[in-house]
């Protein structure tokens, strides 16, 4: 079956810093990665996904994820965080060629201190 | 476009009540979801539409029903709203196999 963990409930970094967000998966099929931005009170919006091609993978607002697959792991990157980017994280995974049901992490709360 | 779009955007019901809540989007995704968010436990999925015409349980599907009214349309309803359905519903819709999920800005429901 299909799972995603976030190992941190909640990140701190000083402003900036650089920032990791962390997310391991699990998948039978092929995983297909995404990363999602919740704001207070505010629907998801998307980042970045990974479907194949370069590990590296860069989306809006500066941020980037690394798929690495010998580890399951797609971690959250920044090179230097901004106070603006404090929000709660989600990573979310999909198998392919599974089902169209994507599974989320519960979630990361990014805290950046001015 | 408009996007995603929910109604209501608050709702508070009574132990027993029932209610639908609306989801339509207008960019011609084929795929459909409902999901609730609960603190700690992050987005678990109720249901899902593959296409127009299909419908799937997900994670958490008891106590609810829903209906793909149409491409546009995807709609949740409660029969009989129980305490443990506090939470905020999103939904959300997929233009393709595998895509990004586009979704709306939310419905905050209490049951008391």
């Known amino acids: 079956a299909q799972s995603v963990a976030q190992p941190e409930d909640q990140v701190n970094v000083a402003e900036g810093n650089p920032l990791t967000v962390k997310c391991t998966y699990s998948v039978s099929g092929n995983p297909y990665l995404f990363w999602y931005v919740q704001y207070p009170n505010r629907g998801l919006q998307f980042l970045l996904k990974y479907i194949t091609g370069d590990n590296l993978v860069k989306g809006s607002y500066g941020f980037e994820a690394e798929f690495n697959k010998s580890q399951t792991s797609f971690h959250l990157k920044k090179p230097s965080a901004l106070v603006s980017d404090s929000a709660l994280y989600f990573c979310a995974v999909r198998d392919y060629p599974g089902t169209y049901k994507y599974i989320f992490g519960t979630g990361t709360r990014l805290k950046v201190l001015a | 476009n408009a996007g995603v779009t929910q109604t209501p955007k608050f709702q508070v019901l009574k132990t027993g009540q029932s209610m639908t809540l609306q989801c339509a989007q207008d960019?011609?995704?084929?795929?459909m979801y409902w999901y609730r968010q609960d603190p700690g436990m992050g987005l678990r999925l109720i249901y899902y539409s593959a296409s127009e015409g299909t419908t799937d349980k997900g994670e958490v599907p008891n106590g609810y029903n829903v209906s793909r009214l149409n491409k546009r349309e995807f709609s949740l309803r409660l029969e009989s709203a129980a305490p443990s359905q506090t939470s905020v519903y999103f939904c959300?819709?997929?233009?393709?196999?595998?895509?990004?999920?586009?979704f709306g800005p939310g419905t905050r429901l209490t049951v008391l």
């Open positions: 960019m011609n995704h084929n795929s």
């Open positions: 959300a819709s997929t233009p393709l196999a595998i895509n990004e999920q586009f």
